[in-house]
């Protein structure tokens, strides 16, 4: 997090973004083995999610990692609906669900 007490400007703010957003994408791609075989869309949803957990709390969707390293990509999105992260973020799993299943951008 950052402490935002004094503001900040705009450009900061989108800088600060495009890092934390680079993070999340380069640990995706350290720690989730078929991240590089993943098409664009499927990358983005789990960048998504690295950004939004943290990696520690993306490598904890075991199941969807498997369903993922299996190419089940249904299954996949099964298994991230079924979890508190989605009952805490609700429409935003629903669409990363969509994504992780149909490989099409919303």
Do not use: S, T, V
């Given at each position: 997090?950052?402490?935002?007490?004094n503001g900040i400007?705009?450009?900061?703010?989108?800088?600060?973004?495009?890092?934390?957003?680079?993070d999340a994408f380069?640990?995706?791609?350290?720690?989730v083995?078929?991240?590089?075989?993943?098409?664009d869309v499927r990358q983005e949803v789990i960048v998504s999610m690295a950004f939004n957990?943290?990696?520690?709390g993306l490598m904890r969707f075991r199941k969807m990692l498997a369903a993922l390293d299996d190419?089940?990509?249904?299954?996949?999105?099964?298994?991230?609906?079924?979890s508190r992260w989605a009952d805490q973020v609700g429409r935003r799993a629903q669409r990363l669900a969509r994504q992780m299943r149909s490989g099409e951008a919303l």
């Open positions: 997090g950052w402490n935002l007490e400007r705009r450009e900061e703010a989108e800088l600060r973004l495009k890092n934390d957003l680079w380069h640990a995706a791609a350290l720690n083995p078929c991240f590089r075989q993943l098409d957990l943290g990696i520690a190419g089940e990509y249904g299954l996949a999105a099964d298994e991230m609906l079924d």
